[in-house]
């Protein structure tokens, strides 16, 4: 599959505008929708999203519509982005900068755990068995050629899971400017700061869990969440927003947020 992450807010965009026209649009009702600046850079942004198998085109219509994989991706960035959006509308907090600081860390800890630490050693040339032990450097032209081709795709799937997570943080970002610009470091020396308050694992896996159906896991999970939630941001929580927070209010939530986006809806913005 192709790379689609060139122009990351116009592809997200198109998508989201073919996925409320089922029968396709043609190239230019998109670009007076869109309005991308130039023909060329739109036309470059479709390429990479048929290249990358999320739309076709039809020769015969002209016209560009969403494919199954492109409604599963807009799906997962719907996924991804649940959770800060629940932070931030479901009253735990006592007002939305908290609600909104909260979310961030949370987008923290789920980069960080995905992207994981720096390993130094995964950048050197040392051949590892399946158990990841090292091996040695390689010897023959052969190593050295499977070596590199590995080393390639490794970076590929990484840069193109870093601009999925950073463009969720993009499109949460805009919709929450102010109280965002409050939380986000100013400089790269202030960035340690927001890593240190990223949540950890066990937080976001309690959150992931607070939405699941069966009732008895996410009471558990709600439970440790809360427990999170007042351990990291003690002077921040709203009681009688901890207090309802419930299996009821977070399928509730899961209810209104759930699918693609409906006829009129805005990509990150939430369903009425």
Sequence with gaps: ?????????????????????????????LFEELKPGSKSTLSDCLRSLVAA????????????????????????????????????TSGIFKDEDEAVRAAIHLWSGIFRSTIGEQNILQYLP???????????????????????????????????????????????VKKHRGAAALTLPENEAK???????????????????????????????ISDLKDFL???????????GMKDLAFEKVQLFKKKHAGPPSPGHRWGEPKT
């Design 1 to 29: 599959m192709g790379r689609w992450k060139k122009y990351p807010d116009l592809e997200r965009r198109t998508l989201e505008q073919l996925t409320l026209k089922p029968g396709g649009e043609r190239f230019t009702q």
């Design 53 to 88: 198998g999320l739309i076709e085109h039809d020769y015969l219509t002209e016209c560009f519509r969403i494919t199954d994989q492109g409604r599963q991706a807009i799906g997962k960035t719907q996924l991804r982005q649940r959770g800060m959006e629940f932070l931030v």
């Design 126 to 172: 040392f051949r590892v068995d399946k158990n990841g032990d090292l091996l040695g450097i390689p010897e023959k032209d052969e190593e050295w050629q499977l070596m590199e081709t590995a080393f390639e795709l490794t970076r590929k799937v990484r840069r193109d899971v870093e601009d999925s997570l950073i463009q969720d943080l993009r499109v949460f």
């Design 191 to 221: 960035l340690k700061g927001l890593w240190e308050k990223a949540w950890p694992r066990d937080a976001i896996n309690d959150l992931d869990l607070a939405f699941v159906s069966d009732r008895s896991l996410a009471d558990k999970a």
């Design 230 to 240: 007042n351990r990291a941001y003690p002077n921040s929580i709203s009681k009688s």
